[in-house]
């Protein structure tokens, strides 16, 4: 049974910083592109970053590059995401995701998790 579990999520003022994890299992991890995929109240599935199976490629969304970092343990089979300079419109359920090929479609991913909150307000 795959299993995505996403945890790390929680309130933090502008400027602050917050640690997402993603455990996997039920699939072969380090075979999966690994994504983060955030959704703003009201708003559709926004594709955040991916990271290649062996974690040397990562791509980001021009509104987090600089500020987020993907990175993936195989070993642990466990992604994360490095949230830095957190601003309110980052606001939004964050969901890892995982692929058998690189891409920014939503459409694309066969695994997903429940997903964790991130609210960042004053």
């Known amino acids: 049974q795959v299993q995505l579990v996403e945890s790390g999520g929680g309130l933090v003022q502008p400027g602050g910083s917050l640690r997402l994890s993603c455990a996997a299992s039920g699939f072969t991890f380090s075979n999966y592109w690994m994504a983060w995929v955030r959704q703003a109240p009201g708003k559709g599935l926004e594709w955040v970053s991916r990271?290649?199976?062996?974690?040397?490629?990562?791509v980001y969304a021009d509104s987090v590059k600089g500020r987020f970092t993907i990175s993936r343990d195989n070993a642990k089979n466990t992604l994360y995401l490095q949230m830095n300079n957190l601003k309110p419109e980052d606001t939004a359920r964050y969901y890892c995701?995982?692929?058998?090929?690189?891409?920014?479609?939503?459409?694309?991913?066969?695994?997903w998790g429940q997903g964790t909150q991130v609210t960042v307000s004053s």
């Open positions: 995701a995982g692929a058998t090929k690189a891409t920014r479609s939503t459409s694309d991913y066969d695994y």
């Open positions: 990271i290649s199976t062996g974690g040397g490629i990562t």
